[in-house]
């Protein structure tokens, strides 16, 4: 990944710009941990990155930065910039592109995203980002208070990479977040969520649960359930226990997940009706929450006679033929619910003729 990242900063330079590698891509090597995605902090325009990089560029442009695709590695790239004020504790009103480096890293928000690597792959740390990765502290780019008052996102972002990268907060930091905390309410619940989701998907969520609950952040975050989260649960289950689809967004995918988990929730997660109706995901997620093993779960689920309706081995033909009824109706639904019941606990065996038999007895 550094080699392509090297060459896209050459790519840069060898038109006559300053560009540098900077943030969690810098940051991350020094930790040596793979990154998803490279930050590139560049003097040229967003107008002139797209012309050095003509095919490669995604057609959105957001705040002058330039998306690039190479080796199917994500390059952002950014024009040095200073953020004149702030609106709304979160967005600046106006930028202004620079030619400096240094001014450009003023204005980033924990010293351990403002290193850079240059082209030769040398790393540059005016701010001292270097020392406090060493010494694994998420601490500010100037006053907290301050930084947390212009963009109140910031306060998130050092929770979460206090979290993944388990580090401890600066002391400053850790005060200007009981300051600030009730800015977050103007924060958009989709950048909540973000931001909440990568702590909750750390192996450090313990950690980072306890960290949000120190600082007193539930109460702004609207999570008045945080306390109940059990460690480790999976992201789904976190929300699930969160009870927040009313504000914040979720797709409707997860909506349903979440509400299925929470069903199962009161359910024995060890019974066939269960297992058989909400499946085994649904069942191993609320089997987290209340600590019940994934393994005695999945035993309990390849056990099963049944894993759906077309197992049982009568059709609805089968159904009319016995009953001598010509058209179906909503009968067959209470037929099937009571045989899949009756065969799942094995009251009856999953058989041709016991089913048909069952059923000319019961329904007749
Ligand atoms: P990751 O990509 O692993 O989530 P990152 O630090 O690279 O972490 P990005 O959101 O990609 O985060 O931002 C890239 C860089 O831009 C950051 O490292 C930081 O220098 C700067 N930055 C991002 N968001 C802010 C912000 N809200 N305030 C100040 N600087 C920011
Ligand atoms: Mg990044």
């Not at 990944?1 to 896209?8: E, G, H, Q």
């Not at 979160?90 to 930028?95: G, L, V």
């Not at 020392?131 to 780019?141: G, Y």
């Not at 789904?236 to 979440?258: A, M, R």
Request: contains cysteine.
């Amino acid at each position: 990944m550094l080699d392509v990242a090297l060459k896209v900063l050459k790519e840069i330079t060898s038109s006559g710009f300053k560009a540098y590698l900077v943030g969690g891509f810098v940051r991350d090597y020094l930790l040596g941990i793979e990154s998803n995605d490279i930050d590139i902090t560049t003097n040229a325009k967003p107008k002139e990155i797209k012309e050095i990089f003509e095919d490669s560029c995604l057609p959105s442009e957001d705040y002058g930065s330039v998306t690039v695709m190479k080796k199917g590695i994500r390059f952002e790239i950014t024009t040095f910039r200073k953020e004149i004020s702030y609106l709304d504790n979160r967005h600046p009103s106006e930028i202004q592109y620079i030619d400096d480096l240094y001014q450009d890293l003023l204005r980033r928000d924990f010293t351990i995203n403002t290193i850079c690597m240059d082209e030769e792959g040398e790393i540059i740390d005016f701010l001292g980002g270097r020392c406090d990765i060493d010494a694994r502290i998420i601490r500010t780019v100037g006053v907290a208070k301050d930084r947390f008052y212009e963009d109140c996102l910031r306060i998130l972002r050092a929770i979460r990479f206090a979290t993944v990268l388990h580090f401890q907060l600066d002391s400053d930091v850790v005060d200007a977040i009981r300051e600030c905390r009730g800015l977050l309410k103007k924060l958009s619940y989709q950048r909540k969520r973000e931001e909440l989701d990568k702590i909750f998907a750390s192996p450090y969520v313990k950690e980072g649960i306890s960290l949000l609950l120190d600082l007193g952040l539930d109460k702004d975050l609207e999570l008045s359930t945080l306390k109940q989260v059990t460690c480790p649960v999976s992201l789904i289950g976190v929300w699930s226990i969160l009870n927040v689809c009313d504000k914040y967004p979720f797709s409707s995918n997860e909506k349903e997940l979440i509400q299925k988990v929470q069903q199962a929730l009161s359910l024995n997660n060890l019974d066939p009706m269960a297992l058989y109706q909400y499946g085994l995901y649904v069942n191993c997620v609320a089997g987290e929450i209340k600590g019940i093993s994934k393994k005695k779960i999945t035993e309990a689920y390849k056990n099963l006679l049944l894993y759906s309706r077309k197992d049982l081995k009568v059709d609805t033909e089968d159904i009319l033929s016995v009953l001598q009824k010509d058209e179906p109706g909503a009968y067959l639904k209470d037929i099937y619910c009571d045989l899949e019941r009756e065969v799942l606990y094995r009251r009856l065996p999953n058989q041709k003729d016991f089913l048909l038999s069952y059923i000319k007895k019961h329904y007749s």
